[in-house]
C-alpha cells in the first residue's frame, strides 16, 4: 500500500505546484525568492572550471557531503525491514497524465525551474513529510 500513498499524495502535490505562481509558494513561512538563480550559479560554476579550482571545489564539495548531520531518512513502513542490508527490491511503475506533465512542465517554466528540478523539489517535499523531518540528503 505505501506506493500508493507516496503516488496519490505526489500528484496532489504537483497539482498544488502547477497553481503556484513562484516554487516558493509551495514551502509555507519562505517570503523572499533566492538571491542567485540557476544562470548566477552557472556562470560561477564555469568561472571556477575557468580558473583551476574547480578540482578543489569539487574536493570540498565531496568532503562536506560526507559531513551532512541530515539525519537517516526514517520513512514508516508497511513491514519490518531485514537486519542486514541487502540491494535486492523491485521497482514500480506509475502513470501521471500528460495533461498534469504538460501543467508541471508550465509551472516549472514560471518558476523559472526545469522539469527535473520542479519534481526533485517536490519528491523532497513529500519525503519530508513522511519521514517527518525538516532535511534531508538527495544525491544526483
Sequence with gaps: WSIEVLHKEFCEILGKACKAQQCWDLV???AHPPVLDRADFAAWQRQCA????????VSRRATRYAELSAPDLNLPVD????REFSRSGSQVFRRVEAATIRQADAAAKVMGLTRF???????SVLLCRHAGQHQIVIGV
Aim: charged fraction near 20%; hydrophobic fraction near 45%; glycine fraction near 10%.
Design 28 to 30: 509555507p513561512g519562505f
Design 117 to 123: 528540478e520542479l519534481l526533485l523539489t517536490l519528491f
Design 50 to 57: 575557468r580558473s583551476g579550482i574547480f578540482s578543489a571545489a
Design 79 to 82: 513491514r519490518p525491514r531485514p
